[in-house]
């Protein structure tokens, strides 16, 4: 399993409609059918410069995968974010690879 991680920080003056427009945009990636689903998360840390952030991690279970929404999808769904909101968003984009997963079971 891989999570393809996009990190964003949002100026404050377009939050709102940044909010507004991840719920649409999500659901377009996912659209691409590289994904098999997305979380969206607010990073709890206190921004002193007027913005706030926000990570969204897809997940996919092949680099084959990854690589196509790279050359099919993402020069389109990246040129859209950034015709809209500019430098008001910074991103940074991150790969990671699940090694192992664990869960508390209650019994």
Known sequence: ???????????ESIH?????????HIPQ???SGKFENATLAR???DEDMGSVTYAVQYRTNSREALEAYYKDDAPRLRFEALK??????????TELQ???EYSVRLD
């Open 1 to 11: 399993m891989i999570i393809y991680n996009v990190t964003s920080n949002i100026d």
């Open 43 to 45: 990073v709890l840390v």
């Open 98 to 100: 699940i090694l192992d």
């Open 29 to 31: 990636v996912l659209a």
């Open 16 to 24: 709102d409609e940044w909010l507004i427009w991840i719920k649409e």
């Open 84 to 93: 809209r909101f500019g430098d008001k968003v910074l991103s940074f984009r």
